[in-house]
């Protein structure tokens, strides 16, 4: 199983849908969690952490479900801009000093 | 500085020639990654360093590929013997311990 595995997608939505993605892990130590965003060319950025209660940041909830080990990303209302590659980050080690990225889920929003 | 900065931000260099890369991280980050992302893919693992640990080869390609920080600060990759499979974005983070990563802009790698 690979440390961090995502869907690649291309998830393909018309604006002002809600789309999910999920991102598995395969260690149950780990303790940080986040998602990031990387547009075409550009250096990936952080979107959000993901804490054990969940998170909202306007359009975008974040979800943690650590029995099933798996992070979600929810973007409601999509807009044409948040057509990018989100990719899942975990602490892979348990010991909160090795991040480690998984290969990204990519959305195209479409008018 | 204000962010991880990478040089150069682009290199085309021929086949078999040696190249260097360099980043340097946010001051004071114990943490620094390298990745390497060919067009169209994911980031792929390469090096992990954090403080004065040994570093963490284990996404290194082949032996031609080589990573030191010196001083617990800047970085740089070494790539021998350039082949044409190695042309892709190498792009470089660092952070603290748990929290949140920061990249450099990269560098764009053309083997010709």
């Known amino acids: 199983r690979k440390e961090v595995e995502q869907d690649p997608g291309p998830f393909n939505v018309p604006e002002g849908a809600t789309v999910a993605f999920n991102c598995t892990y395969s260690?149950?130590?780990?303790?940080?969690f986040f998602w990031y965003r990387q547009d075409c060319r550009k250096e990936p950025k952080l979107l959000m952490s993901v804490y054990s209660s969940g998170n909202e940041d306007g359009r975008f909830t974040a979800q943690l479900n650590r029995a099933s080990q798996y992070i979600s990303l929810l973007i409601r209302d999509s807009k044409l801009s948040d057509s990018a590659t989100y990719l899942c980050v975990v602490d892979y080690t348990g010991t909160a000093s090795k991040l480690t990225f998984g290969t990204g889920t990519r959305l195209q929003v479409t008018l | 500085g204000a962010g991880v900065s990478q040089s150069p931000s682009n290199k085309v260099t021929e086949k078999g020639k040696d190249v260097e890369l360099r980043c340097d991280p946010i001051?004071?980050?114990?943490?620094l990654y390298w990745y390497r992302q060919s067009l169209g893919q994911g980031l792929e693992f390469l090096i992990y360093f954090q403080g004065n640990s040994a570093p963490d080869k284990s996404g290194l390609p082949s032996d031609r590929f080589s990573a030191e920080r010196t001083g617990g600060s800047v970085s740089t990759l070494t790539i021998q013997r350039t082949q044409q499979e190695d042309s892709a974005v190498y792009l470089c983070?660092?952070?603290?311990?748990?929290?949140?990563?920061?990249f450099g802009q990269g560098t764009r790698l053309t083997v010709v």
């Open positions: 983070a660092s952070s603290l311990r748990e929290e949140e990563a920061f």
């Open positions: 001051s004071g980050h114990t943490a």
């Open positions: 260690n149950s130590a780990s303790q940080s």
